[in-house]
């Protein structure tokens, strides 16, 4: 395991956290090149995917519906349910089912029984049935690959989207939205999200330490905040390379400079890495992940924020932030 980020550093990155493109299948890591087999060739059996039928019905089917075709969650089967999971080994899906559902009872599936309701889905959605079970241990479904889904043609807009123009600076929107995001990250370290908050004692203030429950109103669990934060931290690269936007001393954003890109490229799989580490509803594989978003942090700061001649607290070097 590598180093952690030290949360004492989290000031370090106040001012600017620099982002990503578009977290476009936030859930798709890359095909290991031992991958072979694909769900085409016979990978459950018609007993298994039954045992994965009755399963549903008890654990799924409020939420994705009695057909698979969704409702409250999304469908598991058709379309939807490819272009979501295509291109991807059934070891994240058997995960995603084991790590966060059912949604108000997660974790209580067993690997088998994960690996059960695969063969169910895999049954809705037309894949032939084979001699043998599928396999519920991680080594066996990572070597088997969902299809990948159909290309499909690009068809001309019949008129332009709305461009919107930059309204905060840099600094703004990173304080908005990336540095609590990425703090709500970070805090992972030393808070276990699954981990019931208990109430401040009356006056403590903040200095009771981080609440899940202050960073989510109560509204929303641990781990669900940390999955939002992730996708929040993914998702903003298209407002950091907003074309005219301005640096907090004037200067603009440097959008078309290759090292801009590139690092906003990082801080992006940062974000893709740290919602997968999520969805473990891992303390310490979400802890790991944050070596990545902070290195994707800490190259862009090099580069462009952290200039000679400032000190912790002094901010007479923002003259020269956004030039390289």
Same mark, same amino acid.
């Given at each position: 395991?590598?180093?952690?980020?030290?949360?004492?550093?989290?000031?370090?990155?106040?001012?600017?956290?620099?982002?990503?493109?578009?977290?476009?299948?936030?859930?798709?890591?890359?095909?290991?090149?031992?991958?072979?087999?694909?769900?085409?060739?016979?990978?459950?059996?018609?007993?298994?995917?039954?045992?994965?039928?009755?399963?549903?019905?008890?654990?799924?089917?409020?939420?994705?519906?009695?057909?698979?075709?969704?409702?409250?969650?999304?469908?598991?089967?058709?379309?939807?349910?490819?272009?979501?999971?295509?291109?991807?080994?059934?070891?994240?899906?058997?995960?995603?089912?084991?790590?966060?559902?059912?949604?108000?009872?997660?974790?209580?599936?067993?690997?088998?029984?994960?690996?059960?309701?695969?063969?169910?889905?895999?049954?809705?959605?037309?894949?032939?049935?084979?001699?043998?079970?599928?396999?519920?241990?991680?080594?066996?479904?990572?070597?088997?690959?969902?299809?990948?889904?159909?290309?499909?043609?690009?068809?001309?807009?019949?008129?332009?989207?709305?461009?919107?123009?930059?309204?905060?600076?840099?600094?703004?929107?990173?304080?908005?939205?990336?540095?609590?995001?990425?703090?709500? $990250?970070?805090?992972?370290?030393?808070?276990?999200?699954?981990?019931?908050?208990?109430?401040?004692?009356?006056?403590?203030?903040?200095?009771?330490?981080?609440?899940?429950?202050?960073?989510?109103?109560?509204?929303?669990?641990?781990?669900?905040?940390?999955?939002?934060?992730?996708?929040?931290?993914?998702?903003?690269?298209?407002?950091?390379?907003?074309?005219?936007?301005?640096?907090?001393?004037?200067?603009?954003?440097?959008?078309?400079?290759?090292?801009? $890109?590139?690092?906003?490229?990082?801080?992006?799989?940062?974000?893709?890495?740290?919602?997968?580490?999520?969805?473990?509803?891992?303390?310490?594989?979400?802890?790991?992940?944050?070596?990545?978003?902070?290195?994707?942090?800490?190259?862009?700061?090099?580069?462009?924020?952290?200039?000679?001649?400032?000190?912790?607290?002094?901010?007479?070097?923002?003259?020269?932030?956004?030039?390289?």
């Amino acid at each position: 395991m590598h180093t952690r980020f030290n949360r004492s550093h989290l000031f370090t990155f106040r001012l600017a956290l620099v982002v990503s493109g578009a977290a476009a299948g936030l859930l798709s890591p890359s095909v290991h090149a031992q991958q072979t087999r694909t769900a085409n060739a016979g990978v459950y059996t018609d007993a298994q995917a039954s045992r994965g039928r009755d399963l549903y019905r008890q654990q799924c089917a409020l939420c994705h519906g009695e057909t698979l075709g969704g409702g409250l969650a999304p469908p598991l089967s058709g379309s939807g349910f490819i272009a979501a999971w295509g291109a991807q080994p059934l070891w994240e899906l058997a995960r995603k089912i084991r790590s966060t559902m059912p949604e108000n009872d997660p974790g209580k599936l067993t690997p088998s029984q994960a690996a059960d309701l695969v063969a169910y889905l895999l049954q809705a959605g037309k894949f032939a049935s084979g001699p043998t079970d599928l396999g519920a241990d991680e080594k066996a479904l990572n070597a088997i690959v969902l299809p990948a889904p159909p290309t499909q043609a690009i068809m001309p807009a019949a008129s332009a989207a709305p461009t919107f123009p930059a309204m905060g600076n840099l600094a703004q929107v990173m304080r908005g939205i990336l540095f609590p995001s990425s703090n709500i $990250i970070f805090n992972v370290q030393t808070n276990d999200p699954s981990t019931p908050v208990k109430p401040a004692p009356a006056g403590a203030g903040t200095s009771a330490g981080f609440s899940w429950v202050d960073w989510g109103a109560g509204i929303y669990k641990g781990w669900e905040i940390v999955d939002n934060a992730a996708v929040s931290v993914a998702e903003s690269a298209p407002l950091m390379l907003t074309p005219g936007r301005r640096c907090e001393n004037g200067r603009p954003v440097p959008v078309d400079r290759p090292d801009w $890109i590139k690092f906003s490229q990082e801080l992006a799989e940062a974000g893709r890495a740290a919602y997968k580490a999520s969805q473990t509803r891992s303390q310490e594989a979400v802890s790991d992940a944050t070596n990545q978003l902070a290195d994707a942090c800490l190259h862009c700061h090099m580069m462009y924020r952290d200039k000679p001649g400032g000190k912790t607290g002094d901010p007479s070097n923002k003259a020269g932030r956004c030039a390289p």
